[in-house]
């Protein structure tokens, strides 16, 4: 049993960014597909799919690569289940001066820290992106 889907999901993309592989299976949810939308909306991986399975399902994310390197640098968790972190939109920080994102759980839906800047509106912080 996972205590923390979340955290999962990064270190499993995290895992297969560092071996160069084309694509990752994380069991699906709709948190983690809404996750992945706001990854391919900022260009850090190159799509993604949910493919139906007899429980749960899969969610497949494709990484996106540039000459060999990967493009997404970096993937941390923030906000834990034993330790929520909350943010205004003033609040929201900039991850590595601005060259990352912040993704953030608003009440508009999972968007990203600079989206949420635009739309004023703050929440919960899931994780650093760069």
């Known amino acids: 049993m996972i205590t923390d889907p979340i955290s999962d999901m ?17 069991p699906s949810s709709k948190v ?14 190159a799509n993604y799919k949910h493919i139906e399975d007899q429980k749960q399902g899969v969610l497949r ?6 000459n060999g390197k990967a493009v997404l ?13 909350f943010k205004g939109h003033e609040e929201l920080p900039k991850v ?12 508009k ?6 989206k949420a800047k635009e739309a004023k509106v703050g929440g919960e ?3 650093y992106i760069w």
Do not use: C, W
């Not at 994310?61 to 540039?66: G, H, Q, T």
């Not at 839906?109 to 600079?114: L, N, Y």
């Open 10 to 26: 990064f270190v499993r993309i995290r895992n297969a960014n560092a071996k160069l592989h084309e694509k990752v299976d994380i």
């Open 32 to 45: 983690k597909t809404e996750i992945a939308r706001v990854l391919k909306e900022e260009g850090y991986i």
């Open 61 to 66: 994310v494709y990484l996106k690569y540039d």
């Open 73 to 85: 640098q970096g993937i941390k968790r923030v906000s834990k289940p034993s330790l929520r972190i």
């Open 96 to 107: 590595l001066g601005s060259f990352g994102i912040a993704i953030v759980s608003t009440s």
């Open 109 to 114: 839906g999972m968007m990203s820290s600079k």
């Open 125 to 127: 912080v899931i994780g």
